[in-house]
């Protein structure tokens, strides 16, 4: 079964960088868009960025265009976000997770369980 | 980007009870639209696809319907297992953007 799991979360002072893993099993490397989705504390879902199947296309929240990075190594299904110049409104749960459609995009079918990062001084 | 609205923001209702929440598009999206549920402490869980397919495994109780940019998620009997928070997801154009939730809780 398809499982999603994020590593690399921590606390991090305002203006660093920290870089977040996602290991994907369970399914074919490459066939399928992945996303990063956070969630600040007590707050609603925001989309974060999205690399496509072949990693060709990305796209990013306004929130995070320049500052984040999304990559995604195939061979080893992994996914990538690196985050520089973090902000105190970074502070999320980032979650991982995978697109439905076959080399397209859809809905947000599988979700990993969360990585915490909080941005604080 | 497409902004989503969500109402009602919370609902209480009761077991059995049939329940509606709608997002509204800011522009047309097809049927670009997702619905999830959360629970507290959870990752979200994918209920509905393009605006009315339901993913195997869950419950036929949830149904989705489109009019316009108007999407409608409804749970024909409420179960204790589904007060949580719904979210809808357009999927339509970069950047997905998600309503801001509706929390169902128990009256």
């Known amino acids: 079964q398809v499982q999603l799991v994020e590593s690399g979360g921590g606390v991090v002072q305002p203006g660093r960088s920290l870089r977040l893993s996602c290991a994907a099993s369970?399914?074919?490397?490459?066939?399928?868009?992945m996303h990063w989705v956070r969630q600040a504390p007590g707050k609603g879902l925001e989309w974060v960025a999205v690399?496509?199947?072949?990693?060709?296309?990305?796209y990013y929240a306004d929130s995070v265009k320049g500052r984040f990075t999304i990559s995604s190594d195939s061979s080893k299904n992994t996914l990538l976000l690196q985050m520089n110049s973090l902000r105190a409104e970074d502070t999320a749960v980032y979650y991982c997770a995978r697109d439905r459609a076959l080399h397209d995009y859809d809905a947000i079918d599988h979700w990993g369980q969360g990585t915490l990062v909080s941005v604080s001084s | 980007a497409i902004q989503m609205t969500q109402s009602p923001s919370s609902l209480s209702a009761s077991v059995g009870d049939r329940v509606t929440i709608t997002c509204r598009a800011s522009?047309?999206?097809?049927?670009?639209l997702g619905w999830y549920q959360q629970k507290p402490g959870k990752a979200p869980k994918l209920l509905i696809y393009?605006?009315?397919s339901l993913p195997g495994g869950v419950p036929s109780r949830f149904s989705g319907s489109r009019s316009g940019t108007d999407f409608t998620l409804t749970i024909s009997s409420l179960q204790p297992e589904d007060f949580a928070t719904y979210y809808c997801?357009?999927?339509?154009?970069?950047?997905?953007?998600f309503g801001p939730g509706t929390k169902v809780d128990l009256k």
């Open positions: 522009q047309d999206i097809r049927n670009d």
């Open positions: 690399i496509s199947d072949d990693g060709s296309d990305k």
């Open positions: 393009a605006a009315s």
């Open positions: 997801l357009q999927d339509y154009n970069f950047p997905f953007t």
């Open positions: 369970g399914f074919t490397p490459g066939s399928h868009a």
